[in-house]
């Protein structure tokens, strides 16, 4: 069985990077959703995303949720294999996670609907003028 290890995560948030970059140059909204524990990571993703005049099209956001919630909407059981030492370098477990300083938009997973986020991240995309109003 093959875990991935922190340096595997940071070189898949590598090139997730630079393909969003091929989308954005072909005029295309792009959303990704990964796991990405580390700052620095994000910070390249960032600066790549963000040159040759697309200051600001890279938007940060935190999924917000405890530690204890996502354990309990774990349906394959990785949690609790992390915990018991199965699986190695599991983020928020034994592998760090850091937490955006600043993020663009915060999202409360824990509290609210999938319906109430998916809601949110139209709702900053039309007000910055990334998408057309749809709701």
């Known amino acids: 069985m093959y875990f991935i290890t922190d340096k595997d995560r940071a070189e898949n ?8 970059t091929l989308f954005l140059d072909a005029g295309v909204v792009v959303l990704t959703a990964f796991v990405s524990p580390f700052r620095v990571d994000r910070d390249n993703i960032r600066s790549l995303v963000n040159k040759d005049g697309y200051d600001g099209e890279f938007i940060e956001v935190l999924c917000n ?3 204890s919630r996502c354990e309990e909407r774990d349906t394959k059981g990785l ?5 018991a030492g199965i699986i190695p370098d599991f983020t928020g477990i034994s592998s760090p996670y850091e937490p955006p300083q600043s993020p663009e ?31």
């Open 13 to 20: 948030i590598r090139r997730i990077g630079h393909v969003s």
């Open 65 to 67: 949720s405890s530690l």
């Open 79 to 83: 949690y609790a294999k992390a915990r």
């Open 105 to 135: 938009l915060t999202i409360d997973t824990e509290n609210q609907s999938i319906e109430n986020c998916v809601k949110q991240v139209i709702t900053y995309l039309e007000m910055k003028q990334m998408i057309p109003n749809i709701l």
